[in-house]
């Protein structure tokens, strides 16, 4: 069964940054593009990062461009975002993603809380 698991979120100081990882599982990694999402109180659902299945191509929400990274490792079924430069509007839940044709899958996502 597929499985995504996030870690890497907790407390930082705005202009600081964080290294969110998800270790996927159940289903062959180097097939699928993968994804970062966040959801802040209050706020819909944003997606934050893509990159696609060789790694080659990322695209980014323009609340992020060029603050944000996103990589992935595939031989440990790895994909990372890098944030630096964090701000207290960067404050959500983070979840991985993944979209195999009618089957998407999500993390249980971590909390990212930029805060002085």
């Known amino acids: 069964q597929v499985q995504l698991v996030e870690s890497g979120g907790g407390l930082v100081q705005p202009g600081g940054s964080l290294k969110l990882s998800c270790a996927a599982s159940?289903?062959?990694?180097t097939n699928w593009p993968m994804r970062w999402y966040r959801r802040a109180p209050g706020k819909e659902r944003e997606?934050?990062?893509?990159?696609?299945?060789?790694?080659?191509?990322?695209t980014y929400a323009d609340s992020v461009k060029g603050r944000f990274t996103i990589s992935r490792d595939n031989v440990k079924n790895t994909v990372y975002l890098q944030m630096n430069s964090l701000k207290p509007e960067d404050t959500a839940v983070y979840y991985c993603?993944?979209?195999?044709?009618?089957?998407?899958?999500w993390g249980q996502g971590t909390q990212v809380t930029v805060s002085s």
């Open positions: 993603n993944v979209l195999r044709g009618l089957n998407n899958n």
């Open positions: 997606l934050v990062a893509t990159i696609t299945n060789s790694g080659g191509i990322t």
């Open positions: 159940g289903f062959t990694f």
